[in-house]
């Protein structure tokens, strides 16, 4: 099924920093709390994200990553989900975080 350009412009992705990693325990499978600083229009937001394959905690903290931040939040447990986190799913279900190559500032827009 096509996306128009209309429905794809929509989809609000920015770049952030993860400020915060905590374990999930309760999540079903394995993932991490994170804590995002999206800048100053956005402010900072929260998301659990199962990344744990392939990244330590001590890893992420000051990781840029890209996140659609325009989706409604999402109860995960006890923990609400405020943005999602992207990343190129491998086929053994690991993900791969999708990430610029230079830092840049927090909020920028991905288009």
Not at 64 to 75: C, L
């Amino acid at each position: 099924m096509d996306l128009s350009w209309n429905e794809f412009e929509r989809t609000d992705m920015r770049v952030g920093t993860i400020i915060e990693v905590n374990d999930f325990p309760e999540a079903r499978k394995p993932a991490f709390q994170l804590t995002i600083d999206f800048g100053v229009e956005i402010g900072i937001r929260k998301s659990s994200a199962q990344i744990t394959k392939r990244y330590q905690k001590e890893d992420l903290i000051n990781r840029q990553i890209v996140a659609v931040v325009n989706f409604p939040k999402k109860q995960i447990g006890k923990f609400m989900s405020e943005c999602l986190v992207l990343g190129a799913v491998g086929e053994e279900g690991d993900v791969i975080l999708l990430a610029p190559d230079f830092k840049i500032p927090n909020g920028l827009r991905i288009g």
